[in-house]
Structures are given as structure tokens and as C-alpha cells.
């Protein structure tokens, strides 16, 4: 996977503001049909730390 840099550090899969999970999935904010800037899409492999 290539470096994917992340500053939700709150995720379990973050080491070192890197995201460090084999693989991630992203969508678009499930209100929308079509997303028009990055704000409108989101990180659906994120889990909290434990
Ligand atoms: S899973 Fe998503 S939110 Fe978590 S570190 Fe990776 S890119 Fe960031």
C-alpha cells in the first residue's frame, strides 16, 4: 500500500501520524451522491484505540 499520512492519531491503525493499516476504505458522506471536495469524503477503515 503507498504511505498514506493521517493525522487522526485518535485511530487505532496510526503509528507515527502514518496510517499503518494494510489497507483502508473510503466513501463519500453517506448523505451525498456525489462528493465535491475532499470534506465530503471520509476514512471508513478508522477505529478508535482501546
Ligand atoms: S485507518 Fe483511516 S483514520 Fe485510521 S490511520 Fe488509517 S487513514 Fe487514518
Do not use: G, W
Amino acid at each position: 500500500m503507498p504511505d498514506i499520512k493521517c493525522s487522526v492519531t485518535e485511530c487505532h491503525y496510526n503509528r507515527n501520524v502514518m496510517c499503518d493499516a494494510s489497507m483502508i476504505q473510503v466513501a463519500r458522506d453517506a448523505q451525498l451522491s456525489n462528493a465535491k471536495n475532499s470534506d465530503q469524503t471520509k476514512c471508513e477503515t478508522f477505529k478508535p484505540k482501546s
